[in-house]
């Protein structure tokens, strides 16, 4: 049987496929069927990441061949045009992530949830949909995407999909948002409560003028019609993000986030109060003691029906004082060129251009090698894994540095490191104190780091112990490690992880998470616990860069392009064994999991909006 939510993405995915056929017979989807040998690549010997910031030049470079695929969508506009190019095909998908505008709820009066409510009824998501993606999107209010099992879109009560700006005003004047037509005897721009004239800036991504510029002029057009003094601003997008991070001055941002798993327990932290002033956490600067009484649940429940409870009034909270309003979820388009290449993979977090496809694309001739370009449309901003949240660093970044699991293409757990996973509570073992969870992983036996240093259990208990020791020092990836209380390798390929508590997310709040060299972050003499967010790789040659992903870096011009090439020494890195792409792995046997049922359920089926970048959770951005 169909639940509403069902009908609602099936109709959309008919809508968007009838649309497709009429434009492509072949428009590439995502398969939930993925080959058993998922982990065994790179074919191919580099990727290099060019930096084209303006939209209409990527594409020229995709016809051109100068590129083989973009990191970002396209703007449906461009659809025609590449589904007429027989050595392009395009790859689409309902997007797991949104655009937005976050609100800066600090500052007066915007710190007044009743203004951003009224701001929320009067944009007009419809026209975003029209005027900005073509029809390729649909309105969505929830803070938790659409495809996401956590969302409650179709359960709100109340929409802010239409213009709906009497009810703004009504808000608004009876606020004591007075109009001021003695200063202002055209437009009677109104005033705060307390008498004093504001107005508000919608800051943009300058590179970005037809959709960040396009939905920012919604806004001010909303503002307006609330007879709310408004404009837009272009500005450089890594400038303002970090301004974000740092709970600097701002109004409102429009910005996207991409999210790579199924998990709400980033719900816990991105809005927390405790979390307002803390540098990377709450860009919003939103607090809310409601919303924080529902934390502990979401975090410390172990039944579905608890942590959604949790979730879904969580999401009500944000959709009644809207420190966010979302603006638009678009049909993510990706063109990619199919006559040298094949072999990419579609995938629900990162879609065409993947970790996956990285990992096995290769040549249609069967010919070993090759250098595969593609596009990037911002710089990166840094290569340290703990302060970076930017989009096109971790699509270098993700390339570069292994972890116990991945998320496969349906965002199911995917072992790398990991051989086997054993979960125990007081229940299954006495040896575990009562109320805490006990993770046992063995680790594959044949992993190096590229400076030719073992990998074993002791980096992976390192790693945990190092972002839980660097927490006081500030950094974000103690986050959702708080309840962790031991981490241990008994033999070396071996470790042990104990929490203080019993969750739903323990699992992810782990598995995720990027291992790093003991012997380069050790706090002896090492960058250490207080050195988490001066390491300044790659742009600084002098610091150490030691990691043991599928690729190394190798080069970079700074606004040019960033080199990756193929580690021959990764622990899954095909060894020919004829022609093309027949390959033996150089990892016997392959990785096999065992996981308790609950977490894989919470790891994958059912659950996060988030990417797991280190342990923490960070929302990646896009411009």
């Given at each position: 049987m169909l639940t509403d939510r069902n009908k609602r993405i099936l109709a959309f995915t008919l809508v968007a496929a009838f649309v497709f056929m009429a434009v492509s017979p072949a428009i590439v989807a995502v398969d939930a069927e993925f080959a058993s040998d998922l982990n065994v690549g790179p074919y191919v010997d580099k990727f290099v990441y060019k930096v084209i910031a303006n939209q209409d030049q990527r594409i020229l470079a995709l016809q051109a061949g100068e590129i083989e695929f973009d990191n970002s969508f396209f703007d449906p506009v461009h659809l025609p045009t590449l589904d007429a190019d027989p050595d392009i095909s395009i790859f689409s998908a309902l997007r797991n992530g949104y655009g937005h505008i976050t609100i800066n709820c600090r500052d007066y009066p915007l710190n007044i949830s009743g203004f951003r409510r009224a701001f929320a009824y009067a944009y007009d998501k419809t026209r975003v949909t029209v005027e900005i993606m073509d029809g390729f999107s649909q309105e969505q209010d929830s803070l938790v995407p659409y495809p996401n099992g956590w969302c409650i879109e179709d359960d709100m009560p109340y929409h802010y999909y239409t213009a709906q700006v009497a009810e703004g005003n009504a808000i608004l004047d009876a606020l004591g948002f007075d109009r001021d037509f003695v200063t202002y005897p055209v437009e009677g721009w109104r005033t705060a409560p307390d008498g004093s004239q504001f107005n508000v800036v919608i800051e943009y991504a300058s590179s970005s003028p037809e959709i960040a510029g396009g939905t920012a002029q919604i806004g001010v057009d909303a503002l307006h019609d609330l007879h709310v003094n408004a404009e837009t601003r272009a500005s450089d997008f890594n400038e303002y993000i970090s301004r974000l991070d740092s709970h600097g001055d701002y109004d409102m941002v429009f910005y996207a986030l991409n999210f790579g798993s199924?998990?709400?327990?980033?719900?816990?932290?991105?809005?927390?109060?405790?979390?307002?002033?803390?540098?990377?956490?709450?860009?919003?600067?939103?607090?809310?003691?409601?919303?924080?009484?529902?934390?502990?649940?979401?975090?410390?429940?172990?039944?579905?029906?608890?942590?959604?409870?949790?979730?879904?009034?969580?999401?009500?909270?944000?959709?009644?004082?809207?420190?966010?309003?979302?603006?638009?979820?678009?049909?993510?388009?990706?063109?990619?060129?199919?006559?040298?290449?094949?072999?990419?993979?579609?995938?629900?977090?990162?879609?065409?251009?993947?970790?996956?496809?990285?990992?096995?694309?290769?040549?249609?001739?069967?010919?070993?090698?090759?250098?595969?370009?593609?596009?990037?449309?911002?710089?990166?901003?840094?290569?340290?894994?703990?302060?970076?949240?930017?989009?096109?660093?971790?699509?270098?970044?993700?390339?570069?540095?292994?972890?116990?699991?991945?998320?496969?293409?349906?965002?199911?757990?995917?072992?790398?490191?990991?051989?086997?996973?054993?979960?125990?509570?007081?229940?299954?073992?006495?040896?575990?104190?009562?109320?805490?969870?006990?993770?046992?992983?063995?680790?594959?036996?044949?992993?190096?780091?590229?400076?030719?240093?073992?990998?074993?259990?002791?980096?992976?208990?390192?790693?945990?112990?190092?972002?839980?020791?660097?927490?006081?020092?500030?950094?974000?990836?103690?986050?959702?490690?708080?309840?962790?209380?031991?981490?241990?390798?008994?033999?070396?390929?071996?470790?042990?992880?104990?929490?203080?508590?019993?969750?739903?997310?323990?699992?992810?709040?782990?598995?995720?998470?990027?291992?790093?060299?003991?012997?380069?972050?050790?706090?002896?003499?090492?960058?250490?616990?207080?050195?988490?967010?001066?390491?300044?790789?790659?742009?600084?040659?002098?610091?150490?860069?030691?990691?043991?992903?599928?690729?190394?870096?190798?080069?970079?011009?700074?606004?040019?392009?960033?080199?990756?090439?193929?580690?021959?020494?990764?622990?899954?890195?095909?060894?020919?064994?004829?022609?093309?792409?027949?390959?033996?792995?150089?990892?016997?046997?392959?990785?096999?999991?065992?996981?308790?049922?609950?977490?894989?359920?919470?790891?994958?089926?059912?659950?996060?909006?988030?990417?797991?970048?280190?342990?923490?959770?960070?929302?990646?951005?896009?411009?």
């Open positions: 199924n998990d709400v327990d980033w719900l816990a932290y991105e809005f927390w109060s405790e979390y307002a002033d803390v540098p990377y956490q709450n860009p919003t600067n939103y607090r809310n003691a409601t919303y924080d009484s529902w934390r502990d649940q979401l975090l410390y429940s172990t039944t579905y029906e608890e942590v959604y409870e949790a979730a879904e009034n969580m999401q009500l909270i944000l959709q009644e004082t809207v420190p966010r309003l979302v603006v638009y979820e678009n049909t993510y388009m990706q063109g990619y060129r199919n006559d040298v290449y094949e072999g990419h993979v579609p995938d629900l977090g990162s879609y065409i251009s993947g970790p996956w496809t990285f990992r096995k694309i290769h040549k249609i001739d069967g010919t070993p090698g090759g250098t595969v370009p593609l596009a990037i449309s911002q710089e990166p901003d840094s290569f340290n894994i703990f302060v970076t949240n930017s989009a096109y660093s971790i699509a270098i970044i993700e390339e570069l540095w292994p972890s116990l699991y991945k998320f496969s293409p349906d965002l199911t757990p995917w072992p790398e490191l990991a051989e086997n996973l054993i979960t125990e509570t007081n229940a299954q073992n006495p040896d575990v104190p009562a109320g805490h969870t006990r993770f046992t992983i063995d680790i594959i036996q044949n992993a190096t780091w590229n400076d030719g240093t073992p990998l074993t259990a002791e980096d992976v208990a390192f790693t945990y112990t190092y972002f839980f020791e660097s927490g006081p020092f500030g950094n974000p990836a103690a986050t959702s490690l708080v309840d962790l209380v031991a981490a241990y390798a008994p033999t070396p390929f071996r470790a042990v992880l104990e929490f203080g508590t019993e969750s739903y997310w323990h699992f992810s709040n782990f598995a995720y998470s990027w291992i790093i060299p003991k012997h380069i972050f050790n706090d002896v003499d090492g960058i250490g616990y207080a050195g988490w967010n001066t390491w300044n790789p790659v742009f600084d040659p002098a610091e150490p860069h030691v990691n043991a992903g599928p690729f190394i870096f190798t080069d970079y011009e700074a606004g040019e392009f960033y080199e990756i090439s193929a580690n021959e020494d990764y622990f899954y890195y095909p060894q020919e064994t004829g022609t093309g792409t027949e390959t033996e792995t150089t990892t016997e046997p392959e990785p096999t999991t065992t996981f308790n049922t609950m977490l894989a359920i919470v790891a994958g089926a059912v659950g996060a909006a988030v990417v797991i970048l280190v342990g923490g959770f960070v929302l990646l951005r896009q411009k």
